[in-house]
């Protein structure tokens, strides 16, 4: 079982930068050795990849609507995974998850068997 806690979110306005967190524990297995990715999900749409990094951080893939503006990295002594944002538009709004990778297309929600609660963004214009 792991579990993973984001925080970070809150209400910007548009230009103005945030940085997500997600901090895992998990009993049997270890944070290190799994590759981690932020999901969004807006209002009345599907949940959508944001943003892949590998275990050892040596691989990231971006959505083509955040590449130059998000970056994901992680700690691993700190079991912690993170998400810069910048350049915030309104269009960003969503709510954010962070997800551990189990198997299959790591563009896809099926392909992670452990979600966070998520935490909520907000972009004004």
């Known amino acids: 079982q792991v579990q993973l806690v984001e925080s970070g979110g809150g209400l910007v306005q548009a230009g103005d930068s945030l940085r997500l967190s997600c901090t895992a524990s998990a009993a049997g297995r270890t944070f290190s050795s799994t590759d981690m990715a932020w999901f969004r999900q807006a209002p009345g749409k599907e949940r959508e990849f944001v943003a892949f990094?590998?275990?050892?951080?040596?691989?990231?893939n971006y959505a083509d609507s955040v590449k130059g503006r998000f970056t994901i990295s992680r700690d691993n002594a700190k079991n912690t995974l993170y998400m810069e944002m910048s350049s915030l538009k309104p269009e960003d709004t969503a709510v954010y998850y962070c997800?551990?990778?189990?198997?299959?297309?790591?563009?896809?929600?099926?392909?992670?068997?452990?979600w966070g609660q998520g935490t909520q963004v907000t972009v004004s214009s």
């Open positions: 997800a551990a990778y189990y198997s299959g297309s790591y563009l896809l929600p099926s392909a992670y068997k452990y």
């Open positions: 990094i590998n275990w050892i951080a040596s691989r990231t």
